[in-house]
């Protein structure tokens, strides 16, 4: 199996109300790097009319982008127990 397949095995249990990510818009439009818009290996990171958004849904919960971030505008923590990703290929 390819990673991407590996992927996609995996099984997202989405606690809606709930997001675990949480971006500090203010704080993000003086970031010059915005190194969250390509250091999250599942791509959930964009930009639109100058904001951030997560898609934190889909989230690999590696924390990448908790400690790339240069300005601290992101808040991260582990879903609640039994929400989250459920990797089926380790
Ligand atoms: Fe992407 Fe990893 Fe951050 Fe989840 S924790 S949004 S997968 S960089």
Do not use: M
Request: glycine share 10%; hydrophobic share 30%.
């Amino acid at each position: 199996l390819s990673l991407a397949d590996k992927l996609s095995l995996n099984k997202f249990e989405v606690n809606e109300g709930e997001p675990h990510i949480r971006i500090d818009q203010q704080v993000c439009r003086t970031c010059r790097e915005k190194s969250c818009l390509t250091a999250c290996p599942a791509g959930l990171y964009s930009e639109q009319n100058d904001q951030i958004t997560v898609e934190w849904a889909g989230c690999l919960e590696c924390g990448t982008c908790r400690i790339i971030c240069g300005k601290k505008a992101i808040s991260w923590e582990y879903p609640q127990g039994g929400f989250g990703i459920i990797y089926r290929q380790g």
